[in-house]
């Protein structure tokens, strides 16, 4: 997931970012552990899936917001209620996976009533909304941090992973992206907006929709497909990588709110392609299914737009695990981005770098 603001310590190995450090210490660990029939799918995608029945998957996800971190100090604890349930759903969405309950573990300095009320007014506001039921959790003091573990199900062999993306297929993207980034930005005085600027693209910061519905839609028509938390390119690149395939992406065609399209080329690419906290849906399908995916669109009333193509197999892939060579990003007029640019582009939101 994005954060709000980066740390400005830097006291851990230079050399480990997020991933690295999941893959050294906790992904091999759970590999030295053996496969366990149980368990259909383990680290590396949105969720975890589970072997619980012969007719459902369990899916799992965690995610974990941290104040000053993943959301400003002060932030208003209805919209934050709100984002910490949105996020996780986000995570079920890109699954295709119906949410079912989570468990809620929060930590806070000390018992504020009226911030909890309009915590819980937000948090319980979309469970319904997404018929999604609380089932337990933990409360500590400490610093502020919520911490959500949602369950889903999922048709066995269903679920969207992110390893099935296969050359040929379309990539799309769901209603627009780089609001969450462009707010950010302007609260951190990068650049300024005006206040109805703000206050429209605030919401998409604050308030995301998790894209739950189109999720479960995109089950038997999508390939693979992941939710953009990170940044578009970044989390595109999980796919890539994983599925071991090369990909292009026209980067003018990404689609953008007018607030953004109103800015400069520099600016909207920016928010665009590396913003994160969208959490809409990147996801990759076979060329003949466009038509469904356009009916699908209609139906859910939410945006769907091709941004790009899965070209080929990889064939090689740098030892630094760089993904140069993998993703060709193009401008308006079909041209290859000067790899000092696209180089740029591809630097995804990493918690310790
Ligand atoms: P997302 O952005 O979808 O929430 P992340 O990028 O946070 O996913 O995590 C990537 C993968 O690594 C996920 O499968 C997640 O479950 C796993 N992961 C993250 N942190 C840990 C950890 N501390 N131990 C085990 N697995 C982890
Ligand atoms: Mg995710």
Redo the contacts with the bound molecule.
Sequence with gaps: ?SATKKSSSANTSKAMG??DL?EHF??EG?AKQGQDESVSLG????C?LLNISRNNHLAI???MLVEGRHFLVGADPHWLGRKCLAVNLS?LA?MGAKPVGFTLAIAMPSVNAQWLAEFSKGLFEIAQEFNCRLIGGDTTAGPLTISITIFGEVPPSKALRRNQAQVGDDIWVSHQVGDARLALGAMRHEWSLTESEMKSVSQRMHNPSPRVELGQALLDVAHSAI?V??GLLGDLTHILSQSNVCAEVAIDEVPASDVLKSKSIELRRLCTLMGGDDYELCFTAPAENAEQIEKISIQLDIRLTRIGKITSSKTTRDTSGNLAGVLRLLDQEGHELPPELSSQYLKSFDHFK
């Design positions: 997931m997020e991933f999941i906790f992904k759970a680290i590396g995608d949105d975890a996800s965690t995610d995570d890109a939710d938390s990170d």
